[in-house]
């Protein structure tokens, strides 16, 4: 146990990097979707692990998963055959409908593969990405994200990447050209606001990336897993890209990431991009846990038309399903009864939620804290909500009421 006399947030403070702007708030444990301080008092957790806590907290089949394989073999590098982690590829490809997977660690290291994987596949240097997008902040992946306070410490980034508005096909096509070997986008631009992709936008990127040549990378790392109400986000708008990358939640909180490689784009050649770590047994048993989460459904009525004219596929498990009624009904209600003297716009899709305030985000983040609820920003002046997907109508609902209530004393 730790020393509970110990002050352990002045302990990080001196002993951490200092690159995260902490909170006054110390989380020494999580259940479901509450988190709970070193006080016992608990939070509605509307952060939900920045996204990577779909299946909240101390999920019991991740919670088995990680035991009986922590017990058996943490660590083995794909220099050798594993059961585990072939058990979780061929389940994997199956749901997502892609053919082959590389298996990482990060949103960011995901990314970071899937620009080399179209340099090397197209033999060109040029990537459009889009403004407001986020991609991570490694070297590469940093090229592709938008907001200037991340990239311009560390100029110059890998060259040829060019950002254009998301949502607008005509500049989009403007800045298409021989040398571009890939667009590279977001379904719902997180970081950037909570933005989806307009009715029809992403399949018209598809067809002219696809006519130019370049290949069509999605960036799911933040939408994948049942977060906007399918399996992964891009299904709602009716697109097969040739390269998916995912992370996050894919292994319900154990550090896991992913690209997804079209059958288009086939094997990789030996030795052109490796891991340590990746598809270790650990995460790819965790990972196996999660999907049969998401995955799992009571439903035979797998055709169904549900709202907004999406028709779930058979992987759409119940969780995910209801991800998607819910994140509805509370968005819906939230624009009927949020104050107008304090929000311009709600946007998200599915249990991802963007409430755009008319001043600053950062009061309103610490008074949710002092009322039990904890939220995210998505720039100076959007709220964020990531609840787990297993949160109860119960949560979800007190903590909407919360957050009216906090908006309405906040303005």
């Not at 061929?90 to 994987?117: D, H, M, P, Q, Y």
Request: proline share 4%; with cysteine; charged share 20%.
């Amino acid at each position: 146990m730790l020393d509970t006399v110990t002050n352990w947030n002045e302990v990080e403070e001196r002993h951490s990097s200092g690159t995260y702007m902490k909170r006054d708030l110390q989380v020494v444990r999580g259940e479901g979707a509450r988190l709970f301080d070193e006080t016992g008092r608990s939070y509605i957790d509307l952060v939900g692990g920045q996204g990577s806590a779909n299946l909240g907290h101390a999920h019991p089949a991740i919670v088995g998963a990680i035991t009986k394989q922590a017990a058996e073999l943490i660590t083995c590098p794909e220099l050798f055959h594993n059961p585990v982690r072939a058990q979780y590829q061929a389940e994997l490809c199956r749901v997502s409908g892609f053919s082959r997977v590389f298996l990482a660690n990060s949103g960011t290291e995901a990314n970071e593969g899937a620009l080399k994987i179209a340099r090397l596949k197209t033999g060109r240097k040029g990537v459009i990405a889009a403004m407001r997008g986020f991609h991570g902040r490694t070297m590469g992946a940093l090229s592709a994200t938008w907001e200037k306070n991340y990239r311009e410490p560390f100029l110059p980034l890998i060259d040829g990447v060019v950002h254009v508005p998301y949502n607008n096909i005509d500049k989009l096509r403007e800045a298409l050209n021989e040398n571009i070997g890939a667009v590279f986008l977001e379904v719902v631009q997180g970081e950037g606001g909570v933005h989806p992709a307009q009715a029809g936008y992403l399949q018209a990127v598809q067809e002219l990336a696809h006519a130019n040549g370049s290949l069509l990378i999605i960036d799911e790392v933040q939408t994948g897993w049942g977060r906007t109400g399918s399996l992964f986000a891009h299904w709602q708008d009716g697109i097969q890209p040739d390269i998916v990358t995912v992370a996050k939640s894919m292994a319900g909180g154990v550090p896991m990431g992913a690209i997804l490689l079209s059958e288009g784009i086939g094997s990789l050649d030996p030795a052109t991009h490796g891991s340590t770590f990746g598809g270790n047994p650990l995460a790819c048993a965790a990972g196996l846990a999660a999907l049969g989460e998401y995955t799992k459904t009571n439903h035979r009525d797998t055709e169904a038309t549900e709202n907004g004219g999406y028709i779930h596929r058979e992987a759409d498990g119940d969780l995910v399903r209801r991800a998607r009624k819910l994140g509805d009904e509370v968005r819906l209600h939230l624009m009927d009864n949020a104050p107008e003297k304090a929000v311009r716009e709600i946007r998200g899709r599915g249990l991802m939620f963007g409430i755009e305030l008319r001043a600053k985000v950062a009061p309103v983040l610490k008074l949710l804290q002092e009322r039990g609820v904890v939220a995210l920003p998505a720039g100076p002046m959007v709220l964020r909500l990531l609840p787990p997907l297993v949160i109860s109508d119960e949560d979800m609902w007190q903590a909407t009421h919360i957050i009216e209530e906090t908006l309405n004393d906040a303005f």
